[in-house]
T-cell receptor
């Protein structure tokens, strides 16, 4: 069974700090990795995707992937109160058993002014 | 990314009744998916809505309880049948665009409360 694990939090950081969100996954053949942001009462919004080992930067967001360690992370630089939300890690796997996007339980981030 | 709308945005229903949720996309998409998000939980895939064929259901979900239609490449419906309070949840439609099967974008969701 494919599993995606995240610390539920809450992760509390002061405004302007770097927030580090982590995710591990169980299926070694997983190919694609995504971070979604979900504000309370809203639907998930895609913020980052990463497919190969290393770092991928987009504005204040950096996704990091290490397939050998089956680990993906999201760094948010210069955190703002508006970044307070639940961040969902999602992992896509396509193999003989089929293909599926599996979500982690989410990490709640609180950025304090 | 595609613009996705869902109707209704929320509803309060009596147990034993059924509710049909609509998902409309502003462009043709390959894949449409239906998820459930129970309070305080993450997303659970109910089924993949296939155009022109029956939906593919995940373990724990059955067609009699969650019938799905996909009449064309821009529209799908999910019916929650014979509802009980345990069906109270947010139901989300998502789509993946041609060539990007694994990247999914979500509609605004339908908040369902069953009394």
């Amino acid at each position: 069974q494919k599993e995606v694990e995240q610390n539920s939090g809450p992760l509390s950081v002061p405004e302007g700090a770097i927030a580090s969100l982590n995710c591990t996954y169980s299926d070694r053949v997983s190919q694609s990795f995504f971070w979604y942001r979900q504000y309370s009462g809203k639907s998930p919004e895609l913020i980052m995707s990463i497919y190969s080992n290393g770092d991928k930067e987009d504005g204040r967001f950096t996704a990091q992937l290490n397939k050998a360690s089956q680990y993906v992370s999201l760094l948010i630089r210069d955190s703002q109160p508006s970044d307070s939300a639940t961040y969902l890690c999602a992992v896509y796997t396509d193999n003989n058993a089929g293909n599926m996007l599996t979500f982690g339980g989410g990490t709640r981030l609180m950025v304090k002014p | 990314s595609a613009v996705i709308s869902q109707k209704p945005s929320r509803d309060i229903c009596q147990r034993g009744t059924s509710l049909t949720i609509q998902c409309q996309v502003d462009s043709q998409v390959t894949m449409m998916f239906w998820y459930r998000q129970q309070p305080g939980q993450s997303l659970t895939l109910i089924a993949t809505a296939n155009q022109g064929s029956e939906a593919t259901y995940e373990s724990g979900f059955v067609i009699d309880k969650f019938p799905i239609s996909r009449p064309n490449l821009t529209f799908s419906t999910l019916t929650v049948s014979n509802m009980s309070p345990e069906d109270s949840s947010i139901y989300l439609c998502s789509v993946s665009t041609p060539g990007g099967q694994e990247t999914q974008y979500f509609g605004p969701g339908t908040r369902l409360l069953v009394l």
